[in-house]
């Protein structure tokens, strides 16, 4: 199934070390009748980081907010990279309750503040 989302995330950098929560929102493309999990979920990651490139780990919940109410444990693991302002990460998440894997491949844009 291909899932479309929108994630927001906090990250602290400590020499190769990266680190901190992020909060998302993830919906199948699909038809309605299939009753498909769709979620918002928080999740802490860790991970490090070696000049453009990145790799990290988390676990977090997800909150089911369709009818089948299947909140879940979620485990997710991120490799990325970071050129400029511009970011390209391929996600891979495993929903325990749903026994759900997804993987993703999204680009973005950083905003240092």
Do not use: C, H, W
């Amino acid at each position: 199934t291909k899932y479309y989302g929108l994630t927001f995330g906090a990250e602290q950098r400590l020499n190769y070390i990266t680190f901190g929560p992020s909060l998302g929102f993830s919906r199948p493309y699909s038809d309605p009748e299939k009753k498909e999990s769709a979620y918002f979920y928080g999740y802490f990651n860790l991970g490090t980081s070696v000049s453009i490139f990145y790799l990290k780990a988390g676990l977090g919940y997800g909150f089911d907010i369709t009818e089948q109410k299947k909140d879940s444990m979620l485990a997710q693991a991120q490799v990325g990279a970071n050129i400029n302002i511009f970011k390209i990460e391929y996600t891979a998440e495993e929903l325990f309750a749903s026994k759900e894997f997804r993987q993703k491949v999204s680009l973005g844009l950083l905003f240092k503040i």
